[in-house]
């Protein structure tokens, strides 16, 4: 036998079946073999030889009431066609694909379109190189929240339309050097829903900090930098100044030459604690800056105010007097919170401190727009450490430079 397309297809009364002694070796083509048999909770393929099947097409499309099928046995290396392969089994909430050899598939189109319920699958190790079209791929798995993309090879593919569509739960993408959206397609990447508070709607790499201003803006820009995306969490920053900050601050007189009521009102001191000898290069995060009485913690973040009468925009900058340690270099990412009522602006992604001065934050703001005080968070901030500083305890000292008008 080298056929067996929709051999079981439409047997919606079906609700298990064993083939575990069948001789598939000569068989080539299994598309459709159990398409909409929508009763079948199990199946057993074990000891299958797949080596010869060119052909998966939409071979468990529809089965929706399998939950999980083991099918890490299977030899996939002369498939060509995975078209709808899972698609709308919508009950498969695990599925173990990673030691499939995907090399000579061609089509991977909708192949887990509809698979609702999967919330992971690894795919690390597929090779996508000779694949021409992922239209569809993981539309509608609504449950999947992440995704290791980074072996995807993208060079030969021209059809990436409805890519995610509906993966509305998908937070996080890893990508690899070698992938690319395809010019003229969407994706379909969904947007990031901010209703419940919980995130700023954009992507965030963890490797750099580079910011995409929504999903869209991600599949259009996204240029084969490799590393993680994930969505950008809503971190909550105090709208004023402590009271009591620790360590204390001196209060900055206003300048009459700037106008009244545009001040720095406070600013994070940075503490990196301590840390253990390495002869590896180290990234250490500071810890947070800590609220008026002692006991709980806050975002390092600086506050300015604005309530001039006459309100032109002002610019602030951040230099570093001297290195912390030889070679090392401070590492932040400047937000802003949701209400943002001054219309302040932050650079994309991170700024690391230098002598000269780094841009922080800037607003444009005039005389119709609100006034009074916004914090601007300083982001995670890093530390990075060559292996070969010295022991011993080290200061340095931050500059901020508030000045009137536009950037």
Known sequence: MTNMTGMFSDARSLSSIDLSGWDTSSVTNMQTMFQNAISLSSIDLSGWDTSSVTSMSGMFRGVSSLSSIDLSGFDTSR???????????????????????????????????????????????????????????????SSLSSLDLSSFDTSYVMNMSSMFRHARSLSELKL??????????????????????EYTGRWRSLEDNTIFASSAAFMGEYSGEAGTYVWENLRAIPPVNPSDPLPPIDTEEQNPERGDGLAIRYASGLDFGSFEYSTQTQEVLAQP???????????????????????????????????????????????????????????SGMIELNEDGQLFAWSENSAESQSGVISIGYGDVHLVVSGTIALGQYETTLTWNLVNGPQ
Do not use: C, H, K
């Open 79 to 141: 498939v060509t066609n995975m078209t709808g392969m899972f698609q709308s089994t919508s009950s498969l909430s695990s599925i173990d694909l990673s030691g499939w050899d995907t090399s000579s598939v061609t089509s991977m189109s909708f192949v887990f379109d509809g698979a609702s319920n999967l919330s992971s699958i690894d795919l690390s190790g597929w090779d996508t190189s000779s694949v021409t079209s992922m239209s569809g791929m993981f539309q509608s798995a």
């Open 176 to 197: 690899g050097s070698d992938f690319r959206v395809v010019d003229g397609t969407s994706a379909d990447l969904p947007a990031i829903s901010t209703a419940s508070g």
């Open 289 to 347: 800056d800590r609220e008026n009485d002692g006991g709980g913690t806050m975002e390092n973040m600086i506050a300015i105010e604005d309530t001039r009468t006459i309100r032109d925009g002002w610019v602030l900058t951040v230099a570093q007097s001297d290195p912390l340690m030889t070679g090392a270099v401070i590492q932040m990412n400047p937000y802003v919170d949701s209400e943002n009522v001054l219309g302040v602006s932050t650079p």
